[in-house]
Nanobody, 126 residues
Framework: QVQVVESGGGSVQAGGSLRLSCVVSGYTYSSYCMGWSRQAPGKEREGVATSYIGASSTYYADSVKGRFTIGRDRTKNSLYLQMNSLKPEDTAMYYC???????????????????WGQGTQVTVSS
């Protein structure tokens, strides 16, 4: 059984930083797409960033480019999202997702992932 577990959310003032982590267990393949999406109250879920595990390709939403970094922590076998220069509009529930039968770019745009975590809340105050 595949499980996706996020951690690292919290509250921070505008301009601050947070680092989210995601661990996938129970999936035996070494190459697959993973990503982060977010959903603010009253809004649709949107892709934030994706990374193809096993390759070096990453993809970011325009709203987070230059501020967020997605990457793999090999020592912890986890995916992270380093979020710097946070803004109040970044406030949302953040979800980690893994594995898609589409390309990683398509998965980013459509949120078409097979496995999802429960989400971790990020709140940025002005």
């Amino acid at each position: 059984q595949v499980q996706v577990v996020e951690s690292g959310g919290g509250s921070v003032q505008a301009g601050g930083s947070l680092r989210l982590s995601c661990v996938v267990s129970g999936y035996t393949y070494s190459s697959y797409c993973m990503g982060w999406s977010r959903q603010a109250p009253g809004k649709e879920r949107e892709g934030v960033a994706t990374s193809y595990i096993g390759a070096s390709s990453t993809y970011y939403a325009d709203s987070v480019k230059g501020r967020f970094t997605i990457g793999r922590d090999r020592t912890k076998n986890s995916l992270y999202l380093q979020m710097n220069s946070l803004k109040p509009e970044d406030t949302a529930m953040y979800y980690c997702a893994a594995v898609s039968d589409r390309s990683c770019v398509d998965a980013f745009h459509t949120n078409n992932f097979k496995y999802w975590g429960q989400g971790t809340q990020v709140t940025v105050s002005s």
